[in-house]
C-alpha cells in the first residue's frame, strides 16, 4: 500500500497564481484532511472532509478551496497565491473508530514570491 | 490562543538515557492525547496515544503519562536511541466532536547525541 501520496513534492509560485496539490490515499479512509505547518509552528487544519461530496472549514481555510468527489482524492486549490501561503502542506487520512489516528502523506512544500 | 503547547522547542539527550518531552492543554473537553514524530522532509507518524481514561500507556521504549487536574502530558523514552532523534508533536482531540478533528502543539525538537 502507498498510504497517502502528495503531488507535487515542491513548487514555486509567483504571487497571483494558482494551484491545485494533489492528494491520494488507498487506505478507504472516509476522513481526510489538509493542514499548514509554517516554520516552528504546529500544524493548522484548513480544510477536511468526512466523505465524499462533504467538506468542511478548518482552522485556516482562507485563500483555500477543496473537493471531494471520490473517497480517494482530496485536492487543495489555491486560487491566487499570496506569499502568506509559502509553507508547507501535509494531506492526512484516517478512518472512523481508529482513535483519531491521522496518517500523513510526505508534504508539499509550496515557495510564493 | 494555543490550546496545545509544547513549551521546549528543543532538547538534548544522551543516547542511552532517559528524553521526556513535556505537553499542556487548555481545552479541558478534550479527552484523546497522541504523540507524533517527524523526519525531516516526511509527514509526521503516529507514535502513541492515551485516552483521557487512562494515565499511562506504554509501549515499548515510549510510555506517555497524562494528568488531567494539571491537564499536562508526557512522553518518555527509554533508552533514547539515535534514530529518535526528530521533531515530536503533541495533539489532543475532542472524541465528541466531528471529524476526528485533532490540535497540534508546535513541536519539540529532540536531539540524541552520543
Known amino acids: 500500500n502507498a498510504g497517502v501520496t502528495q503531488t507535487p513534492k515542491f513548487r514555486i509560485l509567483k504571487i497571483g497564481q494558482s494551484m491545485t496539490l494533489q492528494c491520494t490515499q488507498d487506505m478507504n479512509h472516509n476522513y481526510m484532511y489538509w493542514y499548514r505547518q509554517d516554520p516552528g509552528m504546529g500544524l493548522k487544519l484548513i480544510y477536511y472532509s468526512v466523505g465524499a461530496g462533504i467538506t468542511d472549514k478548518g482552522e485556516v481555510p482562507n485563500g483555500y478551496n477543496v473537493s471531494r468527489s471520490t473517497t480517494e482524492d482530496f485536492p487543495l486549490r489555491l486560487e491566487l497565491a499570496a506569499p502568506s501561503q509559502t509553507s508547507v502542506y501535509f494531506c492526512?487520512?484516517?478512518?472512523?473508530?481508529?482513535?483519531?489516528?491521522?496518517?500523513f502523506g510526505p508534504g508539499t512544500r509550496l515557495l510564493v514570491l | 490562543d494555543q490550546q496545545v503547547k509544547q513549551n521546549s522547542p528543543s532538547l538534548s539527550v544522551q543516547e542511552g538515557r532517559i528524553s521526556i518531552l513535556n505537553c499542556d492543554y487548555t481545552?479541558?473537553?478534550?479527552?484523546?492525547f497522541l504523540w507524533y514524530k517527524k523526519y525531516p522532509a516526511e509527514g509526521p507518524t503516529f507514535l502513541i496515544s492515551?485516552?483521557?481514561?487512562?494515565d499511562k500507556n506504554e509501549d515499548g521504549r515510549f510510555t506517555v503519562f497524562l494528568n488531567k487536574s494539571a491537564k499536562h502530558l508526557s512522553l518518555h523514552i527509554v533508552p533514547s536511541q539515535p534514530g529518535d532523534s526528530a521533531v515530536y508533536f503533541c495533539a489532543a482531540s475532542d472524541l465528541g466532536s466531528s471529524a476526528s478533528k485533532i490540535i497540534f502543539g508546535s513541536g519539540t525538537r529532540l536531539s540524541i547525541r552520543p
Open positions: 492526512a487520512s484516517s478512518y472512523p473508530g481508529t482513535g483519531e489516528t491521522q496518517y
Open positions: 481545552n479541558s473537553m478534550f479527552d484523546y
Open positions: 492515551i485516552s483521557s481514561i487512562k
